[in-house]
DNA sequence: TCATCTAGCACCTTTGAAATGT
DNA sequence: AACATTTCAAAGGTGCTAGATG
């Protein structure tokens, strides 16, 4: 395919004004659908874990976006990151999640960049992207590119997409940023809910030798009894035929679940009864209590754009009631503008750092952004403030810090 | 004592090269 | 000879478990 445009790597996006872009303005915002939405769903009703281990760990469900309105014949680099939703170390108590204290240190941040990038735009539009290779680690030692968590900590993960021909050319600014509340997490390094552990033992086809009956028995290992129990509770559920029904086929769109939703659907809220202690966790951390959240509308989602920046992913839609409530399953995807300075980190080849693996001497000054000169743009948006309690700005987390793959 | 983490296990799917067929 | 299809082994992913760690 020819190279339609040369020289043209920085799509200028007007930090305040995140809608009309050379790039952009011709075929319509750029938008993103989560891909497996029911999938992501059911984990979020039960408060998704997540595993991590020292050598790496794919994330289950799988990270699937589906992007459109990119020019193209335009090359895009298309990357994810981790936001930590807090500043909270949970613990599982009692059959749900609590608070347990304040966070650890934060680490450097890494990115995966997807390992086509840079693509044209139709290619990136052409099928799903998928993000199933990338692999989280809770080793801050790890050499390997994964990216680095802590463990029994709360993260998000988003997704970025901009505009260059090259990875040598991006231009730190103009950043599409998408993240989707269902695909919320825990980060365990065991897991907890025995929910979450059945969810995934039914639908992820590499543990379908725990979901098939007698399989397990020539096991020789000893069960406590509490993990004896959790096991028969497992055996009994599988063998159930309502289980069975409960897997999705691999790439089933959000158009095929919601094509059959018979209405308004309630969700629980994270910390419901399967999830997040609501009483944990400190007043100005909450989310407002899910009333009635409508079904997922058929199609993809379109872009929701912040053009003011506002306070929190978990209270972008307001009620009918003028009162903010939590953006649930099948609501829009949060996408932000992320302005940045247009100054961009260190160079490196596009399968090397961008910045240095983190080292003990690193410490945490990439997550350190000194607060901008008065009367200049944040390089970020702040998802700060009372409505997100200790939320930390996105500022201080780093879009670009690593390639992964 | 307890919560969390780790390594090794058995079993599974995926992947890609080699073999075979058309 | 070129291409398509099938076969099969290796690689790698999964949750489970006991023991280690702090």
Same mark, same amino acid.
């Given at each position: $395919?020819?190279?339609?445009?040369?020289g043209?790597?920085c799509?200028?996006?007007?930090?305040?004004?995140?809608?009309?872009?050379?790039?952009?303005s011709?075929?319509?915002p750029?938008?993103?659908?989560?891909?497996d939405?029911?999938?992501?769903?059911?984990?979020?009703?039960?408060?998704t874990?997540?595993v991590?281990?020292?050598?790496?760990?794919? $994330? @289950?469900?799988?990270c699937?976006?589906?992007?459109?309105g990119?020019?193209p014949?335009l090359k895009y680099?298309?990357?994810?990151d981790f936001?930590p939703m807090d500043?909270f170390?949970?613990?599982w108590?009692k059959d749900?999640?609590?608070v347990?204290?304040k *966070?650890e240190?934060?680490l450097?941040?890494?990115?995966y960049?997807?390992?086509?990038s840079p693509?044209?735009?139709?290619?990136? $539009?052409?099928?799903p992207?998928? @993000?199933?290779k990338? &692999?989280l680690?809770?080793n801050?030692l790890?050499q390997?590119g994964?990216?680095?968590?802590?463990?029994m900590?709360?993260?998000?993960?988003?997704?970025?997409v901009?505009?260059?021909d090259?990875?040598f050319?991006?231009?730190?600014?103009?950043f599409?940023?998408f993240?989707?509340?269902q695909?919320?997490?825990?980060?365990v390094?065991?897991?907890q809910?025995?929910?979450?552990t059945?969810?995934?033992i039914?639908?992820?086809?590499?543990?379908k030798? /725990?979901?098939e009956?007698?399989?397990q028995?020539?096991r020789?290992?000893?069960?406590s009894?509490s993990?004896?129990?959790?096991?028969k509770?497992?055996?009994e559920?599988?063998s159930?035929?309502?289980a069975? &029904?409960?897997g999705l086929?691999?790439?089933?769109?959000?158009?095929v679940?919601?094509?059959t939703s018979p209405?308004?659907?309630?969700? *629980?809220?994270?910390?419901?009864?399967l999830?997040?202690s609501?009483?944990?966790v400190?007043a100005?951390?909450r989310?407002e209590?899910?009333r009635?959240?409508?079904?997922?509308?058929p199609?993809?989602y379109?872009?929701?754009?912040f053009?003011?920046?506002?306070?929190?992913?978990?209270?972008a839609?307001?009620?009918?009631?003028? %009162?903010p409530?939590?953006v649930?399953?099948?609501a829009?995807?949060e996408? %932000?503008?992320?302005?940045?300075?247009?100054?961009?980190?260190?160079?490196?080849?596009?399968?090397?750092?961008?910045?240095?693996?983190?080292s003990?001497?690193?410490?945490s000054?990439q997550?350190?952004v000194?607060?901008p000169?008065?009367?200049?743009?944040?390089p /970020?948006?702040?998802?700060?403030g009372a409505?997100?309690?200790?939320t930390?700005?996105?500022?201080?987390y780093?879009?670009f810090s690593?390639a992964c793959?």
């Amino acid at each position: $395919m020819e190279k339609v445009v040369l020289g043209l790597t920085c799509v200028e996006m007007e930090p305040t004004a995140p809608r009309g872009t050379a790039a952009s303005s011709a075929h319509g915002p750029i938008t993103a659908s989560l891909e497996d939405l029911e999938l992501w769903t059911q984990f979020y009703q039960a408060g998704t874990e997540m595993v991590i281990t020292k050598s790496g760990r794919r $994330m @289950f469900p799988q990270c699937k976006i589906r992007l459109s309105g990119l020019v193209p014949y335009l090359k895009y680099v298309v990357l994810a990151d981790f936001v930590p939703m807090d500043n909270f170390r949970y613990k599982w108590t009692k059959d749900q999640w609590e608070v347990a204290g304040k *966070a650890e240190p934060q680490l450097p941040g890494r990115s995966y960049i997807h390992p086509d990038s840079p693509a044209y735009g139709s290619h990136w $539009m052409k099928e799903p992207v998928s @993000f199933h290779k990338m &692999k989280l680690t809770n080793n801050t030692l790890d050499q390997l590119g994964h990216i680095i968590l802590h463990s029994m900590h709360r993260y998000q993960p988003r997704f970025l997409v901009v505009q260059a021909d090259d990875l040598f050319n991006i231009c730190w600014r103009g950043f599409q940023a998408f993240s989707f509340p269902q695909t919320v997490f825990i980060s365990v390094t065991a897991y907890q809910n025995e929910q979450i552990t059945k969810l995934k033992i039914d639908n992820n086809p590499f543990a379908k030798g /725990f979901r098939e009956q007698g399989k397990q028995q020539r096991r020789t290992h000893r069960l406590s009894p509490s993990q004896g129990q959790k096991r028969k509770r497992r055996e009994e559920l599988a063998s159930s035929p309502k289980a069975e &029904k409960s897997g999705l086929t691999k790439d089933e769109t959000v158009q095929v679940q919601d094509s059959t939703s018979p209405g308004p659907v309630r969700y *629980a809220p994270f910390w419901g009864p399967l999830g997040l202690s609501r009483a944990s966790v400190p007043a100005n951390q909450r989310e407002e209590p899910t009333r009635e959240t409508a079904a997922p509308t058929p199609g993809s989602y379109p872009a929701y754009r912040f053009q003011d920046y506002g306070p929190s992913i978990w209270e972008a839609a307001p009620g009918s009631d003028g %009162r903010p409530r939590p953006v649930l399953p099948g609501a829009e995807p949060e996408v %932000r503008q992320l302005p940045g300075d247009c100054a961009p980190p260190d160079k490196a080849g596009p399968h090397g750092p961008l910045y240095p693996p983190y080292s003990p001497e690193a410490g945490s000054g990439q997550w350190l952004v000194p607060a901008p000169a008065h009367g200049q743009p944040r390089p /970020f948006p702040s998802l700060d403030g009372a409505a997100h309690g200790g939320t930390p700005d996105w500022g201080q987390y780093p879009l670009f810090s690593y390639a992964c793959w």
